[in-house]
């Protein structure tokens, strides 16, 4: 989970509010678009990019690590969204 994510996850933990509000981020049309300008209406600078990138910058780097290297990346990667939720 990159810096921003936890940093609403923290204030999500203590704020009520903003908890229920980025819970109802899953019934958006476009959930993340929802969160990110939740995120962005609440002062944090969280994109699309970044959230999508997560995932894919972990799975890299788990190929990366694989003894002598693996020529075969990974089917898929965690989601960061999903993730995130479960951490709430």
């Known amino acids: 989970m990159n810096d921003i994510l936890r940093a609403m996850r923290e204030r999500a933990l203590t704020d009520a509010a903003f908890h229920q ?43 990366k690590s694989t003894n002598g290297g693996n020529p075969m990346p990974y089917d898929c990667f965690d989601d960061s969204y999903e993730m995130f939720l479960l951490s709430l």
């Open 21 to 63: 509000a980025i819970l109802a981020t899953q019934n958006a049309a476009d959930p993340l678009t929802a969160l990110c300008e939740l995120a962005q209406a609440n002062g944090f600078n969280l994109t699309l990019a970044d959230i999508i990138s997560d995932g894919e910058e972990f799975s890299c780097n788990q190929t």
